[in-house]
């Protein structure tokens, strides 16, 4: 699943956010991409957040978290035991750290390592949604 989305789109603007239920700025931003999720549902836009938990941790954290929130944001979990493969496939300047944010439209890309906000999300996607 993760694999066809970071594949340029030249008519859809992707948002994939990489995250974890144990990482407090992760956290803190869910909400954030669960308001532009909302706000954007009726463009092209789509959003995936990929969850970095361990999946011994599905049952006990990530579920929980989701239900709790009634998240309607698609998440699937990276359960490759070589999460660090990854790295450069989303973006050869990324650490690994999280939480990380990919935003793009054909060749047109944005990343962010570390924390965004609604406006970080908002901007970028309004920006390449005008950009032909």
């Known amino acids: 699943m993760l694999e066809p989305m970071l594949k340029p789109s030249n008519d859809t603007v992707l948002v994939i956010n990489f995250w974890a239920t144990w990482c407090a700025p992760c956290v803190k931003e869910y ?26 941790q599905l049952e006990k954290s990530l579920l929980p978290f989701l239900k709790q929130r009634d998240s309607k944001l698609p998440v699937v979990l990276l359960d490759d035991p ?18 990380a944010t990919l935003i793009y439209r054909g060749n047109q890309k944005v990343f962010f390592e570390g924390p965004v ?11 390449l949604l005008t950009k032909p």
């Open 31 to 56: 909400p954030y991409f669960e308001r532009a999720f909302k706000e954007y549902s009726s463009k092209k836009v789509r959003f995936l957040m990929v969850s970095l938990d361990f999946p011994s």
């Open 82 to 99: 070589d999460q660090n493969t990854w790295i450069n496939r989303v973006n050869p300047q990324w650490s690994g750290a999280l939480p």
């Open 117 to 127: 906000d609604y406006e970080d999300i908002s901007a970028n996607i309004d920006l």
